[in-house]
């Protein structure tokens, strides 16, 4: 066996490689993201015999239900789309903190209760601390096994020795394989582990579930390529330092990927909220100018959120603009909007918008939402406290219709909204409601005049 060493660089960014440093990376446009790395490359004249691979017609293979494995939390088996596929790599990502650990001890803690055989393995944590945060959960079940590894060789081997339902890696930036000559996180490990572990998951039908730490722009640290290799990609959103927590998928082969989980967090782990909508809209002020609910879907769920605004004189040339949790670009182009169509002088006046309980909105029917409450803030006057909006503003000042409007009404209907102002296109599409009085509008002065 003859090694040869040599010495490559890396994106950081992408996992572009190169064979001497650039300044900007030619792939993916980024500036000073090559690192330097030794790569040792095992030479063998010998050659291991391998099993011929045989093809298959597509008829000709068969699926059952029992391909996935259901967590019995809710919220997370939206997100997969059903349940844990097997042998499916799932790469979970989130700030430090956040609950991604608590997480997955919790699945483990579920399906070794119904006879699975689990597997984590730690390379940040010693077993003294996980049996401490594993106390907190409850008792788990002798089908759980632990081990506090990092070389890959040894975890494979004894991965294929105990071959368990499903395996826990936390994290992979810990990892490192002996051939690889860099050090455990960098671009080389990270690939190669990642890499090692898809063999696994794929040759023995192993669930494989695998810690990824993010970066401060909050993406998973590592080469681009290692999303690109899992099936899966869930990140955790949410404040560390709040209560809530919400798990969503930005990758999913088995599955859609515009579903949420929202977690809660507690001393005894994270506990699924049932009911977003309620969880979101409590502590809502009453008859507070600049307060509107909105409604936003989330794949097939409704959720109704409280959009705020505070606008206020300037005392500087130049007024001010702030957007927590929605596009900054699409509250000054609705600014725009309202001061053209509706004569409104914002133009000397500050603007601050938020979604009250920290979620992140990008969706379009959120638009009346802004409208209504940055005019109820100027006017000041407050919006009835049983009246949701949702509707697509456009920069002639109409109101546009949006995907689903049946089922916002409904969610509005079950937490006692009396009044819905929606896009007049949508009205017809949506039928009669009973107990809720549908307002159609064109246009957003027809919205205000309904709301205020």
Known sequence: MAKAKKSVYFCQNCGHEETKWLGQCPACREWNTFVEEKVTSAMSKTVKERKEAQVVTLSSIETEEDDRMLTTIAELDRVLGGGIVKGSLVLVGGDPGIGKSTLL???????????????????????????????????????????????????????????????????IQTMYHEDVGSAPGSVSQVRESTNILMQLAKGLNIAIFIVGHVTKEGTVAGPRVLEHMVDTVL??????????RILRGVKNRFGSTNEIGVFEMRKEGLVEVK????????????????????????GTRPMLMEIQALVCKTNFGMPRRTAAGLDYNRVNLLMAVLEKRLGMPLSGYDAYVNIAGGIRLNEPAADLGIVLAIASSYKNRPIAEDVIVFGEVGLSGEVRAVTMPEQRVIEAKKLGFKTCVIPEVSVKSLGKVEGVTIIGVKSVGEAISAGL
């Not at 070794?112 to 597997?119: D, F």
């Not at 990140?235 to 809530?244: L, T």
């Not at 977003?276 to 502590?283: H, N």
């Open 105 to 171: 001890l919790q699945v483990c803690r579920r399906l070794s209760a119904e006879g699975r055989k689990l597997l984590y393995i730690s390379g940040e944590e010693s077993l003294k601390q996980i049996k401490l945060r594993a106390n907190r959960m409850g008792d788990f079940s002798e089908n759980l096994f632990l081990l506090c590894e990092t070389s890959l060789g040894i975890i494979r081997g004894i991965i294929e020795r105990q071959k368990p339902d499903m395996v826990v890696i936390d994290s």
């Open 275 to 298: 009911n977003p909508s309620e969880f979101m809209l409590s502590g809502k002020p009453e008859h507070a100018s600049g307060s509107v609910v909105a409604c936003a879907m989330e």
């Open 235 to 244: 990140y955790f959103e949410g404040d560390r330092h709040a209560s809530y």
